[in-house]
């Protein structure tokens, strides 16, 4: 799963695709596996800029992560990956940047400022996933 997001050049998911899958999860309907969701997600480009990929990666767990929570921490990993390379890797600080875009973010309704506002709080579940993302540059990269 990891290799396949790493190697997202080859393999992007749209826009469309991204509407498609926040639209069948919230219906309901969704029939992939968390596996593929975070393989969706982690393929997604929202932006060329570190900054805007960051901040669309956190909305994109905002809408996803309530309604999946099993991917929860799969989700956090592919988000801190553009904020790892903006040079942020202190617990501390990337829990600031999460809670700077949960108050900020221009594309976030309550309840997902709600969701990042929670998930700055988690220090331990952002340092494991921190973690984790620094294995798979080792690995992937």
């Known amino acids: 799963m990891w290799q396949t997001i790493y190697k997202k050049a080859n393999n992007r998911t749209t826009r469309e695709e991204i509407d498609e899958l926040l639209t069948s999860l919230e219906d309901g309907d969704c029939n992939l ?3 593929e969701i975070t393989v969706k997600v982690g393929c997604f480009i929202p932006s060329q800029g570190c900054e805007g990929a960051a901040n669309g990666y956190l909305e994109l767990l905002a809408a996803v992560s309530p309604l999946r929570t099993n991917i929860t921490q ?18 501390e600080s990337l829990c600031q940047y999460i809670a700077a875009v949960a108050r900020e ?3 976030l309704n309550n309840d997902q400022q709600k969701v990042l506002s929670d998930l700055a709080t988690q220090k331990t579940l952002i340092e494991s996933a921190f973690t984790m993302l620094l294995q798979f540059e080792k690995t992937y990269q």
């Not at 799969?74 to 617990?91: K, V």
């Open 33 to 35: 596996s968390d596996d």
């Open 74 to 91: 799969n989700l956090l990993i592919i988000a801190l990956q553009p904020i790892y390379y903006m040079g942020y890797e202190e617990t």
């Open 105 to 107: 973010g221009l594309y």
